[in-house]
């Protein structure tokens, strides 16, 4: 017996895994190069993946939050006294 499949009916509700597209310009494709040799991985996607946990992993560190904090609130400074940029 053959089991039919009515046409635009979803069948399968649940995807498997999410996915999505990344455009990169050429100084971003030269930095995502770079960063694969640094890592010693070949696959684009792999790469994104390890290089967000490990920017996630610093974002959410501790000792790093507290510097990034300190960065941040520097730049609000210059900001709020009119200094457009400090370089």
């Known amino acids: 017996m053959v089991i039919k499949n009515k046409p635009f009916v979803r069948y399968h509700e649940k995807r498997k895994a999410d ?5 990169l310009n050429p100084d971003e494709r ?7 040799l640094i890592l010693e991985q070949s696959k684009d996607s792999t790469a994104i993946k390890q290089l967000a946990r490990i920017g996630s992993i610093v974002l959410h ?7 990034l904090q300190v960065v941040l609130e520097n730049k609000r400074k210059n900001k709020r006294l009119g200094i457009a940029d400090y370089m």
């Open 61 to 67: 560190d501790h000792l790093t939050g507290k510097i």
């Open 30 to 36: 030269t930095q995502l190069e770079n960063d694969k």
């Open 19 to 23: 996915s999505f597209s990344v455009r």
